[in-house]
């Protein structure tokens, strides 16, 4: 076990309009190597990227958006791109969530307990759910053919794309502690604050004034038993991440090697 992350620099990218936005490369992976940095973002949705994020989405040189969000939620918030982006954008025809989770979540839960509750079992559902399992293919597809960065996010940029990216981090060999630790930095990412404000007043909107503080927190956070769970579900259907990987999302030997080679270093 080694509890500290074995990433040695700070993720963050500063951005003000997009939330949660961060390097997830970087991280040693089992049989020597890293992930590599400065390839791999993720991030929350882009509908309120300033003029200065764009700059930043610019100066990154992506070659690739995957974009986790369903259809309706992609015509709700429409991304903003910079003028002239060269890159391919990846997403689902179809709906990814019947909810965003966290919405979801609260529609079901006013108190934190229920609300934990709802989301666990979300997750235990997300990596099968018909569109979500449409994304996650063209993503790692996307991941073994593409040469430059990518950058992969949802709405909040931490449930969806939270399983996501621990998908890849666990089939590329990195650490357990590591996948966790990367997943529960949504939690200090950029200013949470005002994400679980924001968060917040979109669920007061939706469902009145009667969520508990509790229950606040946890929808607007992430908590490893999420991820846990997910992963729980996952090798109770195919016996390991692995077998998910191969047999649910198609990714052959062949494309785990291409990802091995254009992704450790």
């Known amino acids: 076990m ?32 890293r992930l590599v940095e400065g390839r791999l973002y993720r991030s929350g949705e ?6 200065n994020d764009l700059l930043v989405l610019r100066s990154l040189g992506l070659d690739a958006v995957i974009d986790l969000r369903g ?11 910079y003028v002239g982006f060269p890159g391919v954008v990846i997403a689902s025809d179809g ?13 079901q839960a006013m108190q934190g307990a ?7 079992s979300r997750y ?5 759910r018909p569109a979500i399992v449409d994304v996650f293919r063209q993503y790692f597809r ?27 981090h666990t089939l590329m060999g990195v650490h357990r502690d590591d996948v966790i630790h990367d997943y529960l930095l949504t939690n200090t990412a950029g200013d949470s604050d005002a994400r679980a404000a924001a968060i917040r007043a979109d669920l007061e909107k939706r469902f009145g004034a009667g969520l508990t503080d509790d229950a606040v927190r946890v929808i607007t956070s992430v908590e490893a038993g999420f991820l846990e769970a997910a992963f729980e579900a996952i ?7 692995d077998a998910y990987v191969s047999t649910v999302l198609h990714v052959t030997s062949e494309m785990r090697e291409e990802l091995e080679s254009r992704l450790v270093v």
């Open 2 to 33: 080694h509890s500290n992350s074995s990433r040695e620099a700070t993720p963050l990218v500063a951005t003000t309009g997009i939330h949660n936005f961060r390097d997830y490369g970087g991280y040693e992976v089992a049989g020597g190597g």
């Open 46 to 51: 882009h509908a309120k990227a300033s003029d």
């Open 71 to 81: 259809k309706s939620e992609r015509a709700k918030a429409p991304c903003r791109r």
């Open 95 to 107: 709906e990814t969530a019947a909810f965003a989770p966290h919405v979801e979540a609260a529609s």
């Open 114 to 120: 229920d609300a934990r509750k709802t989301l666990t």
């Open 124 to 128: 235990r559902e997300l990596p099968f």
């Open 142 to 168: 996307t991941l073994a053919e593409c040469d430059g960065p990518t950058v992969v996010y949802c709405s909040a940029g931490k449930d969806r794309t939270g399983v996501l990216v621990a998908l890849l």
């Open 235 to 241: 090798a109770e259907q195919h016996g390991s991440v």
